[in-house]
């Protein structure tokens, strides 16, 4: 999966380690959010929220 901001994009892999509910159903805010591990190519792994 690519990852990156503006051109500044490079391949990296990514594993989702946690997952969680957020908002409330009956209310119609409901979600997922992912934690993921990402690894991009070159540089030091780091985690990020996906929501």
């Known amino acids: 999966?690519?990852?990156g901001l503006g051109e500044h994009w490079v391949k990296?892999?990514?594993?989702v380690v946690a997952s969680?509910?957020?908002?409330?159903k009956a209310l119609g805010t409901w979600r997922?959010?992912?934690v993921v591990e990402?690894?991009?190519q070159g540089s030091e792994p780091f985690r990020a929220t996906i929501k």
Do not use: I, N
């Open 20 to 24: 969680r509910d957020t908002g409330s």
């Open 12 to 15: 990296a892999e990514g594993v």
């Open 32 to 34: 997922q959010e992912y």
């Open 1 to 3: 999966m690519p990852f």
């Open 38 to 40: 990402v690894h991009p």
